[in-house]
């Protein structure tokens, strides 16, 4: 198992983890905490000494001065206990500079920062102290206490053995939790989540748009070799006598070429139709439905075009929808129904099937959710056991 954060290593078994590097890392991790509080240490000393209001209202100003850097460097050193990256905040889509993301994020370091130099760092000296300090001195009980009895001495140091583990789970929990309340306060989960919705819409854009340079090369490379390929065959057959070993080689090296590109169009529609591009999504659903086994009516109207990624992820929706009623359904007919209403695309596939589609039991409604999720998307359906089956996809049309 991968552990990445203190806190997974304290579901360790407890020889591994006692082996591990954690807990070492633990008490670094307290240790280092007492870097921001040395300087706040100096200026209550020095207030302390002098009681001059002059140097308050300086070591109040340094402290100021230090927040930002304070919080900083609890990001910094946040690597020891949580190994998983703390994502930044880009600029949101459609924005110009991004200022509201940057400064919500200065905001959230600072105030750790505050709490850093104001809090945070006694209350980690004082867990260091408490957890590491205590075994070792009991260790040390000969050392330390040479006046003791040796009997005495020795069970002080066999007890400070026995805390040992103990100080180690402790020194690791606490620092787990310091560096989980750290990564809440730098990074929280409604900013992963919005960080991670945008990855994925990325990733989607970025699979279109190979997805749209593969059929550009399969159209305007492969598939035209074909085609002049079958032309040349075609019309050497013509200049060879018909009863010739030649022409029946010839001719079956034709039908041979003929398939092929007639799969490799197939395979071109598949990768992206060129229809949806040139036409739009009526026309791209009415055919996928013409190359279904399973009949399909269509009764789909739109006054406009829709925006690219709508038309796309509808296509992708629809064509995987009209597959899985040809594979599964064991329907006689299916038809597909929507247009645009309160600015959204609505979409309905029905099929007269056997019914009983459960998401659970396979991939491909999964896939189509997460698919209609990049966009804001949602599926719903329904399918009692002996059908019909009914699929109906909202999907907004905001550009």
């Known amino acids: 198992m991968l552990v990445r954060t203190a806190l997974e290593a304290l579901a360790q078994r407890p020889i591994p983890f006692l082996r591990s590097a954690w807990p070492w890392r633990s008490l670094a991790y307290l240790l280092a905490g007492a870097v921001p509080g040395l300087p706040v240490l100096g200026v209550v000393a020095a207030v302390?000494?002098?009681?001059?209001?002059?140097?308050?209202?300086?070591?109040?100003?340094?402290?100021?001065?230090?927040?930002?850097?304070?919080?900083?460097?609890?990001?910094?050193?946040?690597?020891?206990?949580?190994?998983?990256?703390?994502?930044?905040?880009?600029?949101e889509p459609g924005g110009d500079t991004g200022e509201p993301p940057r400064r919500g994020r200065e905001v959230r370091v600072a105030a750790l920062g505050g709490l850093a130099l104001l809090v945070l760092w006694w209350i980690d000296l004082v867990m260091a102290a408490s957890g590491a300090a205590g075994p070792v001195l009991l260790i040390l009980s000969p050392v330390v206490q040479p006046e003791a009895e040796p009997v005495a001495a020795v069970a002080a140091s066999a007890a400070g053995v026995l805390l040992v583990p103990v100080a180690a789970y402790t020194l690791t929990a606490w620092a787990g939790a310091r560096g989980a309340m750290t990564r809440a306060i730098l990074a929280p989960q409604a900013a992963e989540l919005a960080e991670v919705l945008r990855?994925?819409?990325?990733?989607?854009?970025?699979?279109?748009?190979?997805?749209?340079?593969?059929?550009?090369?399969?159209?305007?490379?492969?598939?035209?070799?074909?085609v002049?390929?079958?032309?040349?065959?075609?019309?050497?057959?013509?200049?060879?006598?018909?009863?010739?070993?030649?022409?029946?080689?010839?001719?079956?090296?034709?039908?041979?070429?003929?398939?092929?590109?007639?799969?490799?169009?197939?395979?071109?529609?598949?990768?992206?139709?060129?229809?949806?591009?040139?036409?739009?999504?009526?026309?791209?659903?009415?055919?996928?439905?013409?190359?279904?086994?399973?009949?399909?009516?269509?009764?789909?109207?739109?006054?406009?075009?829709?925006?690219?990624?709508v038309e796309v992820t509808a296509y992708y929706v629809v064509t995987e929808a009209l597959a899985n009623v040809?594979?599964?359904?064991?329907?006689?007919?299916?038809?597909?129904?929507?247009?645009?209403?309160?600015?959204?695309?609505?979409?309905?596939?029905?099929?007269?099937?056997?019914?009983?589609?459960?998401?659970?039991?396979?991939?491909?409604?999964?896939?189509?959710?997460?698919?209609?999720?990049?966009?804001?998307?949602?599926?719903?359906?329904?399918?009692?056991?002996?059908?019909?089956?009914?699929?109906r996809v909202e999907i907004p049309c905001a550009s």
């Open 48 to 91: 302390a000494v002098t009681s001059s209001p002059a140097v308050l209202v300086a070591g109040v100003a340094v402290a100021a001065l230090l927040t930002p850097v304070a919080g900083r460097y609890e990001r910094w050193r946040l690597r020891l206990v949580d190994g998983v990256p703390l994502p930044d905040t880009p600029p």
């Open 199 to 226: 990855s994925r819409a990325r990733l989607v854009d970025a699979f279109e748009t190979e997805r749209r340079r593969i059929e550009r090369d399969l159209h305007d490379g492969a598939q035209q070799r074909l």
């Open 228 to 309: 002049a390929l079958t032309m040349t065959l075609g019309m050497a057959r013509l200049d060879l006598p018909d009863d010739s070993p030649a022409a029946r080689a010839v001719e079956r090296a034709h039908g041979e070429a003929k398939q092929a590109l007639a799969e490799l169009r197939a395979l071109v529609r598949g990768v992206h139709s060129q229809v949806l591009t040139d036409r739009g999504l009526p026309a791209a659903v009415r055919d996928v439905a013409g190359r279904s086994p399973v009949p399909v009516a269509v009764d789909l109207a739109l006054d406009e075009r829709l925006p690219a990624a």
């Open 326 to 391: 040809a594979r599964h359904s064991g329907a006689s007919a299916a038809r597909v129904t929507g247009g645009a209403a309160d600015g959204a695309l609505v979409l309905e596939i029905h099929d007269d099937g056997r019914g009983g589609a459960d998401p659970a039991r396979g991939t491909g409604l999964t896939g189509l959710a997460d698919r209609l999720a990049v966009v804001g998307g949602r599926l719903s359906l329904s399918s009692p056991a002996g059908g019909p089956t009914r699929m």
